[in-house]
């Protein structure tokens, strides 16, 4: 097979929504269906030996929670799907949002009780602006929820998109009786089932008749009326529209039961697109160039804690990848040659041997690669959005045992690097100061500390409450700056000046005395970028 066929064959997408939606849950019944796992983990049994497949962090098993993004690749009908499940929470929506720059789909999963919930708009908008086309679950349909067509309703309000149904749900709740596939003229009856695929589906071609309308009663008459009215109502699907993010497909089901999850997967490997080209400052690369580019999304620290680890998840930009071949890091001009590239089942890897533009693959890393570099085969590219926002809240850490001064700085330096939080150095030293969108983060940073590190650290609120990246085309004005406000500038992960501020008049304030000095709430990788369009 040629590199463009290959490349053709990629699917890469990520799983997105609000809390609780389902969206874990969903991502491991995906992986069940498509064969790459044969028992589904309990997302919510905390006390259960089973675990979410995405769910390998010791706090996410606890918690039942998802704080990292995972990465899984598997086949499925001719196609190589590279499924990214990412967190809910805000908290950690940064590691999302840069999930979100690696891939060319997503599914989105909304709580049917709930509808479309903050965050699911948050991280649409970011798809939005990336023009991702957005598949869409409406999961939970065997519990009491709202009526299928205020929820088409609202989803095409709320997010600012045509919605075309695929599937449609006949009953609800204690009532739920199965969905029918509007494409495929027919209905598969819903059977609660949880953690296995039996292949014992029961699917009924001839929805009109009169036995079916006597089993199912009311609930199929409701859905057929419905069905009617909205296949009447809704445009048809347009594939161009789609690709736009201009159109939603809409599947309806119960990811808990394995309902409804076979039309979506078989949905993703027939809509979704494969990989398409990739914009760099210097110029847009093909997906099917022979030569190898890639980026660098996302840093991972203790896969392994054996073995303190840390992998780069390097999204395959153009080209094929070949173990041991020889790259280029852009950012540094070094050359590396990795020869224990894996992919990925969440925790669980595998050695490989080659991969295609569309897929995902993991670097060993020692502190080479940074998040947002460019690998390339010799040619100095930089590939360009990915974000890191100015933090909201902060924290001083000061280490419990002085002696473990080494691990701490080792530790925070690592977590810093995978993006899990913002690591700040003062100018003048003193304790160091972490920089988070929301207090969970710090939560997770102290459990990962204690637990991946054996460093017990305390963290106690700071005084700042702003920060804003700083550069000026004038580096002396730029030195003048920092040594007058030497107090409240530190240096982050990459050592990027940055203006510390107790409250935004005090911001102000700085700004109106330094009119040369920009301040940025954005920046991207390493400095290199900044992009003030998107502070406004």
Known sequence: MNLAEEVARRRTFAIISHPDAGKTTLTEKLLLFAGAIQIAGSVKARKAS???????????????????????????????????DTPGHQDFSEDTYRVLTAVDAALMVIDAANGVEAQTLRLLQVCRARNTPILTFINKM???????????????????????????????GKSFRGVYDLRRQRMRVFRPGEDRVTGEEEIVAEIASSALAERFGAELGQARQEVELVQGASPAFDRDAFLAGKQTP??????????????????????????????AIQRTVQPAESKLTGVVFKIQANMDPAHRDRIAFVRVCSGRFERGMKLHVVRTGKPIRPGSVVSFLSQRRELLDEAFAGDIIGIPNHGTLQLGDTVTEGESLQFTGLPFFA????????????????????????????????????????????????????????HRLQHEYSVPAR??????????????????????????????????????????????????????????????????????????????
Request: with cysteine.
């Open 250 to 279: 809409i599947f309806f089901g119960s990811a808990i039961n394995n309902f409804g999850v076979q039309e979506v997967l078989d949905a993703l490997s027939e809509l979704a697109p494969a990989p398409g080209h990739r914009a």
């Open 459 to 536: 963290l106690s609120p700071s005084k700042f409450q702003v920060a804003r990246w700083v550069t000026c085309d004038d580096a002396r004005e730029l030195d003048r700056f920092i040594e007058a406000n030497g107090h409240r500038v530190a240096y982050d992960a990459v050592d990027a000046p940055t203006f510390l501020a107790t409250a935004n008049a005090e911001l102000a304030v700085t700004q109106e005395l330094w009119p040369k000095i920009r301040f940025h709430a954005l920046r991207e990788h390493a400095g290199l970028v900044f992009q003030q369009r998107l502070e406004s």
């Open 142 to 172: 065997d519990r009491e929820v709202r009526e299928p067509l205020d929820l088409i309703d609202e989803i095409e309000r709320t997010l600012g998109m045509a919605a075309v149904p695929f599937t449609w749900p006949v009953g609800m």
């Open 391 to 446: 933090p909201e809240i902060f924290q001083q850490v000061e280490i419990a045992d002085p002696m473990k001064s080494k691990q701490l700085k080792l530790g925070l330096a690592q977590l810093g690097e995978e993006g899990a939080i913002q690591v700040f150095r003062p100018h003048l030293g003193g304790v160091l100061l972490l920089g988070a969108v929301g207090q969970l983060q710090f939560e997770v940073v102290a």
């Open 50 to 84: 089973r675990h979410a497949t995405s769910d390998w962090m010791e706090i996410e098993k606890q918690r039942g929670i998802s704080v990292a993004s995972s990465v899984m690749q598997m086949e499925y009908r001719g196609c190589v799907v590279n499924l990214l």
